[in-house]
C-alpha cells in the first residue's frame, strides 16, 4: 500500500484508498490529522445505512429481471448475489475499522512526540539543490497508465477479432468497419485522457524548468464531486524570496497530499500568483542524472 510521512512527527502512514469511506489518514503516534478523520468519517456516515439498501434493491431488481426470463436457478445468477454482498460488505468493514482505529488512537496519542521543525523530506532538499534549467518529463501513473494498459488490452484484443473475422473463407459482403469500432473508442479514449493533459501541461513545463522554488504549507484539502466522479483539492500557502505571501489552489493529482504537508511550488518571481506543485501536474522534475 502507498504511505505518506506525517508532517508532524516524521512516522510512515499507511493511506487507505480502496472501498475507504473516511478519506482523511491520521497519525496514531503524534495525533496529526485524528480530528480531521474523524469528522470526515462522521459526515459519511449516511453511507453506512443507504449503502446497504441501495445494494438490496439494485440486487432485487436483478432478481426480477432473472425470474422473468427464468434464469433465477441458473448458477451463475446465484455467485451474482455474493458479489452484491461482498460490494456492500466491504466498504461497511472499511468504516467500522477506521473508526476502531481512531478510538484506539484517542489513547495512544502523546501530541509531545511531534517535532517542533519536522526534517525536510529527501526528495524536497533535492530539488532545492538541483540548478536550474530542471530536467521535466512526462510521468505515466494514475489514470494515465490505467489508460494506457486498457489501450494495450483492448488493441489486442482487437486483433485477435479483426484476425478471425479476416480468416477464410472470406466471403463477399463480410468488409465490416465493425472490427475497428473498438480501437477507434480507445483511441479517442487515449487521446482524452493522455494527449488532452499532456498539452494542457505545457504552459507548466517552464515554471518547473525555470521558476523559482518555494516550500508551501497545506492548509487545507477537501473532496469535490463533480457529477459521478470526485477529486481532492488543496489549498496552499508559500512566501515569495521577497516575502511576499501567496495563496493557492491545486487539484491533487496524487490523492496523497494533506493538511500540513510541506509540499514543493515553482512560481513566476515577477508573477508569483502564477505557481505549479507537482502534484497537480503530469509533468514530473526529473531527478536523474542519465
Given at each position: 500500500?502507498?504511505?505518506?510521512?506525517?508532517?508532524?512527527?516524521?512516522?510512515?502512514?499507511?493511506?487507505?484508498r480502496a472501498f475507504n469511506i473516511?478519506?482523511?489518514?491520521?497519525?496514531?503516534?503524534?495525533?496529526?490529522?485524528?480530528?480531521?478523520?474523524?469528522?470526515?468519517?462522521?459526515?459519511?456516515s449516511s453511507l453506512v445505512t443507504?449503502?446497504?439498501?441501495?445494494?438490496?434493491?439494485?440486487?432485487?431488481?436483478?432478481?426480477?429481471?432473472?425470474?422473468?426470463?427464468?434464469?433465477?436457478?441458473?448458477?451463475?445468477?446465484?455467485?451474482?448475489?455474493?458479489?452484491?454482498?461482498?460490494?456492500?460488505?466491504?466498504?461497511?468493514?472499511?468504516?467500522?475499522?477506521?473508526?476502531?482505529?481512531?478510538?484506539?488512537?484517542?489513547?495512544?496519542?502523546?501530541?509531545?512526540?511531534?517535532?517542533?521543525?519536522?526534517?525536510?523530506?529527501?526528495?524536497?532538499?533535492?530539488?532545492?539543490?538541483?540548478?536550474?534549467?530542471?530536467?521535466?518529463?512526462?510521468?505515466?501513473?494514475?489514470?494515465?497508465?490505467?489508460?494506457?494498459?486498457?489501450?494495450?488490452?483492448?488493441?489486442?484484443?482487437?486483433?485477435?477479432?479483426?484476425?478471425?473475422?479476416?480468416?477464410?473463407?472470406?466471403?463477399?459482403?463480410?468488409?465490416?468497419?465493425?472490427?475497428?469500432?473498438?480501437?477507434?473508442?480507445?483511441?479517442?479514449?487515449?487521446?482524452?485522457?493522455?494527449?488532452?493533459?499532456?498539452?494542457?501541461?505545457?504552459?507548466?513545463?517552464?515554471?518547473?524548468?525555470?521558476?523559482?522554488?518555494?516550500?508551501?504549507?497545506?492548509?487545507?484539502?477537501?473532496?469535490?464531486?463533480?457529477?459521478?466522479?470526485?477529486?481532492?483539492?488543496?489549498?496552499?500557502?508559500?512566501?515569495?524570496?521577497?516575502?511576499?505571501?501567496?495563496?493557492?489552489?491545486?487539484?491533487?493529482?496524487?490523492?496523497?497530499?494533506?493538511?500540513?504537508?510541506?509540499?514543493?511550488?515553482?512560481?513566476?518571481?515577477?508573477?508569483?500568483?502564477?505557481?505549479?506543485?507537482?502534484?497537480?501536474?503530469?509533468?514530473?522534475?526529473?531527478?536523474?542524472?542519465?
Open positions: 500500500m502507498p504511505s505518506i510521512t506525517c508532517p508532524h512527527c516524521g512516522s510512515p502512514i499507511t493511506l487507505r473516511g478519506n482523511k489518514p491520521f497519525c496514531s503516534r503524534c495525533g496529526w490529522n485524528l480530528g480531521r478523520a474523524q469528522a470526515s468519517l462522521e459526515a459519511r443507504f449503502l446497504p439498501l441501495g445494494v438490496i434493491v439494485l440486487a432485487g431488481f436483478f432478481f426480477f429481471l432473472a425470474a422473468r426470463q427464468g434464469g433465477a436457478n441458473n448458477p451463475v445468477f446465484l455467485l451474482v448475489i455474493p458479489l452484491f454482498a461482498a460490494f456492500a460488505c466491504i466498504p461497511i468493514a472499511g468504516y467500522f475499522s477506521t473508526r476502531k482505529a481512531i478510538a484506539a488512537a484517542k489513547f495512544t496519542v502523546n501530541p509531545d512526540l511531534a517535532l517542533a521543525q519536522p526534517p525536510l523530506d529527501p526528495q524536497l532538499q533535492m530539488l532545492q539543490s538541483m540548478p536550474r534549467p530542471r530536467r521535466v518529463r512526462f510521468r505515466f501513473s494514475g489514470n494515465v497508465a490505467g489508460v494506457i494498459i486498457a489501450f494495450a488490452v483492448i488493441g489486442i484484443l482487437n486483433a485477435v477479432v479483426f484476425l478471425t473475422v479476416s480468416r477464410p473463407p472470406h466471403r463477399p459482403g463480410n468488409d465490416s468497419f465493425a472490427p475497428f469500432i473498438p480501437l477507434l473508442f480507445v483511441v479517442i479514449v487515449f487521446a482524452a485522457v493522455v494527449l488532452i493533459p499532456f498539452f494542457r501541461d505545457r504552459r507548466n513545463r517552464p515554471l518547473l524548468r525555470d521558476g523559482e522554488l518555494a516550500f508551501a504549507r497545506v492548509v487545507s484539502q477537501r473532496t469535490v464531486q463533480q457529477g459521478k466522479s470526485s477529486y481532492s483539492s488543496i489549498d496552499y500557502e508559500f512566501k515569495t524570496s521577497s516575502g511576499l505571501k501567496i495563496r493557492g489552489t491545486a487539484r491533487d493529482l496524487t490523492n496523497s497530499v494533506f493538511e500540513d504537508m510541506t509540499i514543493p511550488v515553482f512560481y513566476d518571481p515577477p508573477n508569483p500568483d502564477k505557481s505549479v506543485t507537482p502534484c497537480a501536474t503530469y509533468l514530473k522534475v526529473s531527478t536523474d542524472p542519465l
